[in-house]
């Protein structure tokens, strides 16, 4: 589980930082605070332990960096959110992980936080014994199931019965084997990093249960497909086939 800070002196941009943060890590969240001036910034990092600052670096005229002098900065990583691209050099000196440039676009953002989890699973978040992630909170490290959310309850669909993931926007549908699809919080590159292997990236806008998979079909035009065994036939990139094809030697 994962704590967050945002700190962001214009409240506009802290609350669409926020959102995004929240969808972005919907279940590995678990507390986000956000502060808009140093001292309550820097109150909420002497009272509590987080794993990620999102960092303004001009707080109402105090350099945010100074932030950064006050608390070690190697319990968490840091990332920079700041209209001041001259000071992106000074930002990586500091050893932040990433720097988004004001104003910057969800895509963006989304990117820095993937980086921030890649590390994190290389590392215990704060408070967290090693190896207590995401995919380690299940009983034996492995993903087995997605939650599908809805307005007063949230269920679980086992992965068992998906048969591939279609991106749809910043979320992603899961088609089963039985029933229609349903709606997942999650993006598509959220859900590549956490999957068992042999969910398997095959499009920029799909994954595949490569477990259900028949074979690689050549398709008009020069294209490939991926046909599953009830028939259907999902896009296969073209930078993804060699190593496809690789998983079928």
Known sequence: MVKVLVVEDERRIGRYIENIVRAYLGEELECLERAETWPAASAIVTRTHFDLLLLDLNLKGVDGFALLA????????????????????????????????????????????????????????????????????????????????????TTRVALTAVCYIKAAGHYSELHLDEGSPRLHHQSL????????????????????NLELAREIRNMPGSSYALVLDDGTALPIGRTRLQQLRARFA
Do not use: N, W
């Open 70 to 153: 006050h608390c070690r900065s190697a319990d968490y990583k840091t990332i920079v959110i700041s209209a001041y691209r001259e000071r992106a050099l000074e930002a990586f000196e500091h050893g932040v992980l990433d720097f988004v440039l004001k104003p910057f676009k969800r895509a963006r953002l989304e990117k820095a936080l993937a980086r921030f989890l890649a590390e994190a699973r290389r590392r215990p978040v704060a408070g967290q014994p090693a190896g207590q992630g995401e995919a380690a909170s299940r009983s034996d490290g492995v993903v087995r199931s997605l939650a599908i959310k809805r307005p007063g309850r």
């Open 189 to 208: 590159d959220r859900l590549e990093q956490i999957l068992p292997p042999h969910f398997v990236r095959i499009h920029r806008g799909y994954i595949a």
